[in-house]
């Protein structure tokens, strides 16, 4: 099921950054006193009345700047409109109304979409000051008050927000089917993959209008099982606009992220890898997805004996950060290894759905302290009392200690790479969750 995705707008220097952060709860937008800081579009999801949102925080709009920064950023803004489902218009009290403002509204006024109008900096707590009526001028309805410094109003916008949200929708399709998300930046060949894949198998149930806006869900039944493809390809149709519309294809791979159970992170062999595509893979990481690493384009290389050991090599840096991802090399114009594609995406998926027995952890965690004695510190010794996994999509593992402040990260990773070496685990992350038990039992 598609999240709804919520734009904040506004000129520069209203705010919008700071009530970005204030939002998701931490310091992911820059804020800075300086207009035009936050250039590109920034995401996160954020969650109101057990509904979950993905929040977009954008550069600030000058309509009618000709500055080259500013035009870009106008764009990147244009482009967060027409794809969010609601739109938050952020003001400043302190400068009043603009033309600028006038501008703004007027555009969001054409783009049919909802807008929340909002009035930052109205920090006193209380009925607003005089000034804040002025922005019914705007024309778009009545304004919320809201201080995104300290929050206030915060609730009342979000509630405003909420009341334009779509349906949820039940998700269409049955377990048995592995949904698998083809993410990528522009270019490296994911429309190619789906189009080889269907057609090869020829057994394309129905291709479909996805959940998520822009993408297309192909469903494929072969020999191997059952799959929805969410393609996330297609971006490029309004390149002559914008310049920098691989920004907004991050936006479409977190959606479709969310969506799947097993992610294929599609690389071109003949560029390598690049910055976009930690960000899209250390997204999945995050959300705890199954995740293999095609390598499109293959067939283009020129190879010796050596070539797929080095590239591999090269990968394993590239990808330190998710040590558990396997790679496969790959041609969506050959067909070279699909079949194997398949297998992959099979064994990643049981691998992130993995169930382990209370008995048989302990059995492992009981030789691993043993070949390998918990650290201690001032005399005090890390004592491991037992391990569980309550939970799966990612494997995720409750261990039980005398002092969490003894278990170390890098013990932490000795644990994790024994469960590994006994179970696989290959294509998934897992979770630890420290609990203390008993902190006087030194």
Request: a negative charge; aromatic letters at 10%; charged letters at 30%.
């Amino acid at each position: 099921m598609a999240l709804p995705v919520v734009a904040v707008v506004g000129r520069p220097n209203v705010g919008k950054s700071t009530l970005f952060n204030k939002l998701v709860g931490q310091r992911i937008s820059i804020v800075e006193d300086t207009p035009g800081v936050t250039r590109d579009r920034i995401y996160s999801k954020c969650e109101w009345r057990n509904r979950e949102f993905m929040l977009v925080d954008t550069g600030g709009i000058e309509p009618n700047s000709e500055d080259v920064i500013l035009k870009q950023m106008r764009r990147q803004a244009l482009l967060a409109i027409e794809k969010a489902d609601v739109i938050v218009f952020l003001t400043d009290l302190k400068s009043g109304v603009t033309a600028s403002d006038y501008d703004v509204a007027a555009m969001l006024q054409k783009s049919g979409k909802p807008v929340v109008l909002c009035v930052n900096k109205c920090d006193s707590i209380g009925e607003p000051p005089p000034e804040f009526y002025e922005f019914y001028n705007l024309g778009l309805g009545d304004p919320v008050a809201v201080s995104a410094a300290h929050g206030h109003g915060s609730g009342d916008m979000l509630d405003e927000v909420f009341k334009y949200f779509p349906e949820e929708e039940e998700e269409e399709y049955s377990e048995e089917y592995i949904k698998v998300a083809v993410i990528g930046k522009p270019n490296v060949g994911k429309s190619s993959l789906i189009n080889r894949i269907s057609g090869e198998e020829r057994a394309i149930v129905s291709d479909i209008a996805g959940t998520t806006r822009d993408a297309t869900d192909t469903v494929i039944e072969n020999e191997d099982g059952k799959y929805v493809f969410i393609d996330t390809a297609g971006i490029r149709k309004k390149s002559k606009i914008l310049e920098k519309i691989e920004h907004y294809s991050v936006l479409r791979a977190y959606m479709a992220v969310d969506r799947s159970d097993v992610c294929v992170i599609v690389i071109d062999a003949e560029v390598g890898f690049t910055e976009q595509d930690s960000k899209v893979a250390g997204y999945a990481h995050e959300q705890g997805k199954g995740c293999i690493v095609a390598v499109n384009k293959w067939d283009a290389i020129e190879k010796d004996s050596n070539t797929m050991d080095e590239f591999t090599k090269k990968l394993k840096e590239d990808f330190s950060f998710m040590s558990y991802v396997p790679f496969v090399f790959i041609s969506a114009k050959t067909g070279l290894r699909i079949d194997k594609l398949f297998k992959m995406i099979n064994e990643v998926n049981a691998q992130n759905s993995m169930r382990i027995s209370t008995g048989t952890l302990n059995d492992v965690l009981a030789y691993a302290t043993t070949r390998v004695q918990p650290p201690s510190d001032k005399g005090r010794r890390l004592k491991i009392y037992y391990m569980t996994q309550p939970s799966t999509k990612p494997p995720t593992f409750v261990i039980f200690v005398n002092r969490a402040e003894l278990f170390h990260f890098s013990y932490q990773r000795y644990i994790e790479n024994q469960i590994r070496q006994t179970f696989g685990l290959e294509g998934t992350p897992v979770r630890f969750v420290i609990r203390e038990r008993d902190r006087n039992d030194d």
